[in-house]
């Protein structure tokens, strides 16, 4: 194809990508998933679909009409990620080796869930491994030369800022899946966020220069784990910043912990379910829905279900860490209303019921919550680097 037809630049990969076609030769960034965020992305720049020449989309849809293909350009590392740990990791890295005729490396105590099966197995089948490459060229083709002006516009600023909008792969919001321009620096990507309004709020730790295999993917993962549930002993900053508030709100753990009481000290009453009060509320979910809940020290898995007409299943989380280089960005977005309130402008009910047993409750989410107030008081990454005009 005619150069005049294409337009190419260059990403560096910062974290690990979780791929489920890790096996063939190559994988990155996958182009089925990068056009569509694309796509969306380039609509919402220009101001919506009528403000875009018709003759860019591809018939009656809202799919741009250009093809990307990408390709990574040097030796690929691949890391089996789990969440949990074990001591058998020289055993399953061998079991890989044998099963991919390569060396894997092993991230432990990451945010991503699916594959701890394997770590106590003697057989690992199926996984999801992670890749990573230094170098990926990104190539863009279409007959449009307008839309190829348009992304090549002020050296590539719409794709700068569409790469600093967005992770990519699975469990893309805990750090995993970040890519950016090859040659933007720390301070200009910063610069880029403050640019983008669904961005409320920007905060980072600098970690000098610590491995990611080895240091940032597993800090992520703890320092999340502190903020929604608790981590090592020390409670939740969420559960003690609510507790602060003028109207204090009790989150649901405490009545879970109430009913199992109850339930342990009469067996026989097997519906024990203490009533709660208009100060408990749905609290975690302000960070991520779940449909369920377990708590291993209380023996006990809670099932969570809206009772809404209108029922959500989950929803983009409010919080995105980004790894660039050695630094972890947390990046802090609007909670959206759907949330806790039905379209009909009532507040949504969640069922908690307890498996195994009887008695349920009904919880709804708080509404009055200043998330980057939150990060600011409670995650320990410095201040918000985004502050309004106003302030």
């Given at each position: 194809?005619?150069?005049?037809?294409?337009?190419?630049?260059?990403?560096?990969?910062?974290?690990?990508?979780?791929?489920?076609?890790?096996?063939?030769?190559?994988?990155?960034?996958?182009?089925?998933?990068?056009?569509?965020?694309?796509?969306?992305?380039?609509?919402?720049?220009?101001?919506?679909?009528?403000?875009?020449?018709?003759?860019?989309?591809?018939r009656d849809t809202e799919?741009?009409?250009?093809?990307?293909?990408?390709?990574?350009?040097?030796?690929?590392?691949?890391?089996?990620?789990?969440?949990?740990?074990?001591?058998?990791?020289?055993?399953?890295?061998?079991?890989?080796?044998?099963?991919?005729?390569?060396?894997?490396?092993?991230?432990?105590?990451?945010?991503?869930?699916?594959?701890?099966?394997?770590?106590?197995?003697?057989?690992?089948?199926?996984?999801?491994?992670?890749?990573?490459?230094?170098?990926?060229?990104?190539?863009?083709?279409?007959?449009?030369?307008?839309?190829?002006?348009?992304?090549?516009?002020?050296?590539?600023?719409?794709?700068?800022?569409?790469?600093?909008?967005?992770?990519?792969?699975?469990?893309?919001?805990?750090?995993?899946?970040?890519?950016?321009?090859?040659?933007?620096?720390?301070?200009?990507?910063?610069?880029?966020?403050?640019?983008?309004?669904?961005?409320?709020?920007?905060?980072?730790?600098?970690?000098?220069?610590?491995?990611?295999?080895?240091?940032?993917?597993?800090?992520?993962?703890?320092?999340?784990?502190?903020?929604?549930?608790?981590?090592?002993?020390?409670?939740?900053?969420?559960?003690?910043?609510?507790?602060?508030?003028?109207?204090?709100?009790?989150?649901?753990?405490?009545?879970?912990?109430?009913?199992?009481?109850?339930?342990?000290?009469?067996?026989?009453?097997?519906?024990?379910?203490?009533?709660?009060?208009?100060?408990?509320?749905?609290?975690?979910?302000?960070?991520?829905?779940?449909?369920?809940?377990?708590?291993?020290?209380?023996?006990?898995?809670?099932?969570?279900?809206?009772?809404?007409?209108?029922?959500?299943?989950?929803?983009?989380?409010?919080?995105?860490?980004?790894?660039?280089?050695?630094?972890i960005f947390l990046l802090?977005?609007?909670?959206?209303?759907?949330?806790?309130?039905?379209?009909?402008?009532?507040?949504?009910?969640?069922?908690?019921?307890?498996?195994?047993?009887?008695?349920?409750?009904?919880?709804e989410i708080p509404r009055?919550?200043?998330?980057?107030?939150?990060?600011?008081?409670?995650?320990?990454?410095?201040?918000?680097?985004?502050?309004?005009?106003?302030?």
């Amino acid at each position: 194809m005619n150069s005049n037809f294409k337009l190419s630049f260059k990403l560096k990969q910062h974290s690990p990508l979780i791929h489920f076609q890790h096996e063939q030769t190559g994988a990155t960034l996958r182009a089925t998933e990068l056009k569509p965020k694309l796509d969306r992305f380039i609509l919402e720049e220009m101001g919506g679909k009528e403000k875009i020449p018709k003759a860019w989309f591809i018939r009656d849809t809202e799919a741009l009409n250009y093809k990307v293909r990408v390709e990574a350009e040097n030796a690929e590392e691949q890391f089996f990620i789990c969440s949990g740990t074990t001591k058998k990791i020289e055993r399953n890295k061998e079991i890989l080796k044998n099963k991919l005729g390569k060396q894997v490396e092993y991230l432990q105590e990451t945010q991503y869930f699916a594959d701890n099966q394997f770590l106590t197995k003697e057989k690992i089948t199926e996984t999801k491994l992670g890749v990573m490459h230094s170098s990926i060229s990104v190539h863009i083709f279409s007959f449009h030369l307008d839309l190829l002006e348009v992304l090549k516009k002020d050296n590539q600023l719409l794709l700068k800022k569409f790469f600093a909008s967005e992770n990519f792969g699975t469990r893309q919001s805990k750090g995993f899946g970040c890519f950016q321009a090859a040659e933007i620096k720390e301070q200009e990507l910063i610069e880029l966020w403050k640019t983008i309004p669904q961005i409320k709020g920007i905060f980072f730790r600098k970690f000098g220069n610590k491995d990611l295999k080895d240091n940032l993917l597993q800090t992520i993962a703890k320092d999340y784990s502190l903020l929604k549930r608790g981590y090592n002993g020390e409670e939740s900053k969420l559960y003690e910043y609510m507790l602060c508030k003028p109207k204090k709100i009790i989150w649901e753990k405490t009545i879970i912990q109430k009913y199992l009481k109850l339930a342990t000290q009469n067996p026989k009453k097997t519906d024990a379910c203490p009533e709660p009060n208009e100060n408990y509320k749905y609290v975690r979910a302000l960070l991520g829905l779940a449909e369920h809940f377990e708590f291993k020290e209380l023996k006990l898995i809670v099932k969570i279900k809206d009772t809404s007409d209108d029922k959500i299943d989950r929803f983009r989380s409010p919080l995105r860490y980004v790894i660039f280089g050695s630094s972890i960005f947390l990046l802090v977005y609007d909670i959206p209303a759907i949330l806790h309130t039905k379209k009909d402008g009532t507040a949504r009910k969640f069922k908690f019921s307890f498996e195994g047993r009887e008695g349920a409750f009904c919880l709804e989410i708080p509404r009055d919550f200043n998330l980057v107030d939150f990060i600011e008081k409670k995650a320990n990454y410095g201040k918000n680097l985004k502050q309004n005009k106003s302030q």
